[in-house]
C-alpha cells in the first residue's frame, strides 16, 4: 500500500500522561500536514512541513503539542501533559509540491485519541 | 479568508433517489474546491475537486459536482442514491497564502443517510 501511513490507529491514554503519533506520507510527497477533528466538526489544521520544515503552525497548536518531520519524510505529533480536551481524531495528510499540485490533500486513516 | 460552509447537518434520502448534499463558498480569487467522503472511524477519501473548466465535474463512485459562480455554490450530486453511501460528506476549498503556503479549510460536514 502506497497511501499515508498512520500509527497507533487508537490511542486510550490517562490525563496528564505523553501521546506520540507517526505518519508515514506517500514518498514522493514532500509537504505534510497535520489536522484534528473532533466530534461534529470538519478537520482543522494544525501544521504544515515542507521536507523537515516547520513552515506552518496553527493557533490551535499549543505548547503541549510538538510536531517534527526529522528527515523529510515520516513526521511525529507528540502531545505532552493529555487532558481530555485533547480527545479527537488526528489525521495526518499529504500533498505533491509542483505542476502536479492542485492542492488536493491525501490523507491517512487518521490516529484517534481518548483521554480519560 | 477562504471558507466554505455547509448548511445542512444532515441529508436524508431513499435508495434510487437523486441526492444532493450543498455546499456554498467565499473566497478572494479564483476558487479551487474539494468534496471528501469520511465512512466511520476512517480518514477522508478525495471524491472530486474543481480547479477550472467544465461547471460540472465528474467524481468517484458515480458522484458529481456543479460549480454555480454566480450563485458561489458548489453543490454535491448522484443521480440515484446507495445505501453504501451513507457516510459524513466535506467540502473543502483551498487557502492559498502570499508565501505559497497552501491549506484545505472544511466545512463542517453533512451526513448523508440513505434508507433502503
Known amino acids: 500500500d502506497t497511501g499515508v501511513s498512520q500509527n497507533p490507529r487508537h490511542k486510550i491514554t490517562k490525563r496528564g500522561q505523553n501521546v506520540t503519533f507517526r505518519c508515514d506520507p506517500i514518498?514522493?510527497?514532500?509537504?505534510l500536514y497535520w489536522y484534528r477533528q473532533t466530534l461534529g466538526q470538519g478537520p482543522e489544521f494544525l501544521t504544515y512541513f515542507q521536507n523537515e520544515a516547520q513552515l506552518e503552525k496553527s493557533r490551535l497548536l499549543s505548547d503541549r503539542f510538538s510536531a517534527e518531520r526529522p528527515k523529510g519524510s515520516f513526521s511525529t505529533l507528540e502531545i505532552q501533559r493529555t487532558e481530555q480536551g485533547d480527545s479527537a481524531m488526528y489525521l495526518c495528510?499529504?500533498?505533491?509540491?509542483?505542476?502536479?499540485?492542485?492542492?488536493?490533500?491525501?490523507f491517512g486513516e487518521g490516529s484517534r485519541l481518548t483521554v480519560l | 479568508a477562504q471558507s466554505v460552509a455547509q448548511p445542512e447537518d444532515q441529508v436524508n434520502v431513499a435508495e434510487g433517489n437523486p441526492l444532493t448534499v450543498k455546499c456554498t463558498y467565499s473566497?478572494?480569487?479564483?476558487?479551487?474546491l474539494f468534496w471528501y467522503v469520511q465512512y466511520p472511524n476512517r480518514g477522508l477519501q478525495f471524491l472530486l475537486k474543481?480547479?477550472?473548466?467544465?461547471?460540472l465535474v465528474k467524481g468517484s463512485y458515480g458522484f458529481e459536482a456543479e460549480f454555480n459562480k454566480s450563485q458561489t455554490s458548489f453543490h454535491l450530486k448522484k443521480p440515484s442514491a446507495l445505501v453504501s453511501d451513507s457516510a459524513l460528506y466535506f467540502c473543502?476549498?483551498?487557502?492559498?497564502?502570499?508565501?505559497?503556503?497552501?491549506?484545505?479549510?472544511f466545512g463542517t460536514g453533512t451526513r448523508l443517510l440513505v434508507s433502503p
Open positions: 495528510a499529504s500533498s505533491p509540491r509542483g505542476p502536479r499540485d492542485t492542492g488536493e490533500l491525501f
Open positions: 473566497v478572494s480569487g479564483n476558487p479551487y
Open positions: 514518498s514522493e510527497h514532500n509537504r
Open positions: 473543502a476549498v483551498r487557502d492559498l497564502m502570499n508565501t505559497g503556503f497552501q491549506k484545505l479549510v
Open positions: 474543481y480547479i477550472t473548466g467544465d461547471n
